[in-house]
């Protein structure tokens, strides 16, 4: 173990011997914390056979872990107050507790469990594959959620970064519990991950509670690192028989590592982050083409998407693309300083909002650590916010503009006219 306090801070590193990392983040003052376990594993490192895996794997990992079975395990933590749950995304699996600080070594206790001593067993499997059919059965029937999974197929096709996070009923039958234990014992390599605790904690104490959990626990050769993102422009289109609408677009973005990051965000901020926005004011307020119109972008470690949603009456597509494509060109031709000057506001606001808040600072300072291998200080991401020009905002409006196409998904009742063609008004001049 070394231990490392990081400069300008009351914060601890902690690196294990099997390569685990853990974040102490003191808060004087409070009487709680917020423990985030990131894995640097998901949707991402399965194989096409394996699609699903990651997230069944993180529905198991409660069904019984370290001797507790699946209700001991929920009631362990809420019968003390406390909070826990998981995630699974593209690249990151996520372990959170939540709690009253006497609740922090017991916290540590199950997430290590979790991680490293899940029971598998097949029955309980077997009644997982069905739960988990019974998730993918209702995000089907959602159309907005539906919508983002056709997108990100469209966007990536034949990839793992293209493949549903729920995978399918088909994907995940044959998996049995000691093959999915072997994948879980590679996916959560403790050498992947990294942990931080934020609140009314300890330093020492908190690592001395981790350390006596991860005794015995080595580590081991991981799942492959995946393939490069290759960003397709493909279009999906899915009739359904429903009233409105769902359209959402994808151009091809920068990674977490481009210095567009935050030129990007600010981007889509601008043009449909919020009720003052480009989309919102000119497809809502002014001509009520959609109810519901956002634009975002998304961040992998070696590339990216920015998109925009909306849902809308068939009848209004046509227009619809239009107006976004005029809202495009126009932003990239003159962002205006005063939406900078708001979207900048935007993102200091919510930056200070986090930082005083024990769960956002533990989910982010763990992902900064897993992704970057060290800290951004608020004030640093402030300075590189004010660092951000209209020409930069105009730099990543070209590259929108510049690919030629975009890749598209469409859920919904039939158009009269053909997707494409309203899609292409994006990019005419």
């Known amino acids: 173990m070394s231990e490392t306090a990081l400069a300008g801070s009351d914060i601890r590193l902690y690196r294990f011997e099997n390569g685990l990392r853990l974040l102490v983040d003191p808060m004087p003052g409070l009487k709680t914390f917020a423990l985030t376990a990131i894995v640097h594993g998901g949707t991402r490192f399965e194989t096409e056979t394996q699609s699903g895996w990651a997230h069944l794997l993180e529905h198991m990992v409660f069904k019984g872990a370290g001797g507790r079975s699946a209700r001991e395990l929920a009631e362990v933590i809420e019968h003390q107050g406390g909070t826990i749950n998981a995630s699974t995304s593209y690249e990151h699996t996520r372990f959170e507790v939540r709690g009253m600080s006497h609740l922090l070594p017991l916290a540590l206790e199950v997430v290590t469990d979790l991680m490293f001593r899940p029971t598998m067993s097949p029955d309980e499997l077997k009644r997982e594959k069905l739960v988990v059919g019974q998730e993918i059965s209702e995000a089907f029937d959602t159309p907005d959620d539906h919508v983002f999974d056709l997108l990100q197929s469209a966007c990536f096709a034949g990839q793992s970064l293209g493949r549903p996070i729920l995978g399918t009923v088909k994907s995940l039958k044959p998996v049995d519990a000691p093959t999915l234990r072997q994948f879980a014992h590679r996916l959560y390599a403790p050498q992947n991950m990294t942990m931080c605790v934020s609140g009314g904690i300890e330093p020492d104490s908190t690592y001395h509670a981790l350390s006596a959990m991860l005794e015995g626990i080595e580590p081991v ?28 677009l994808a151009f091809e973005g920068v990674d977490r590592f ?142 929108v503009l510049t690919q030629g196409g975009c890749a598209s998904a469409i859920l919904g009742p039939r158009l009269k006219i053909e997707p494409e063609l309203a899609l292409n008004q994006i990019f005419s001049t």
């Not at 393939?227 to 359209?247: A, C, D, M, W, Y």
């Open 221 to 248: 050769a991981a799942l492959p690192e995946p393939l490069p993102g290759q960003f397709s422009r493909e279009h999906k289109h899915l009739t359904r028989r429903i009233e409105q609408v769902n359209l959402a």
């Open 258 to 399: 481009d210095d567009d990051l935050f030129a990007t965000r600010l981007f889509c901020e601008i043009l449909g982050g919020g009720m003052a926005s480009r989309l919102f004011q000119s497809a809502r307020e002014d001509r009520g083409l959609a109810y519901t119109i956002d634009a975002w972008s998304t961040q992998y470690r070696d590339t990216g998407v920015i998109g925009v949603y909306a849902g809308c009456l068939a009848a209004d597509v046509e227009p619809l693309c239009e107006l976004i494509a005029q809202n495009l060109r126009d932003l990239t031709h003159d962002p205006l300083e005063r939406e900078l000057e708001r979207a900048r506001a935007q993102f200091k606001t919510s930056l200070y909002l986090n930082e005083e808040s024990p769960a956002m600072r533990a989910g982010a300072y763990a992902a900064q650590l897993l992704t970057y291998g060290r800290l951004f200080g608020i004030d640093e991401q402030a300075r590189d916010l004010d660092a951000v020009t209209r020409d930069d905002l105009s730099r990543v409006g070209q590259l």
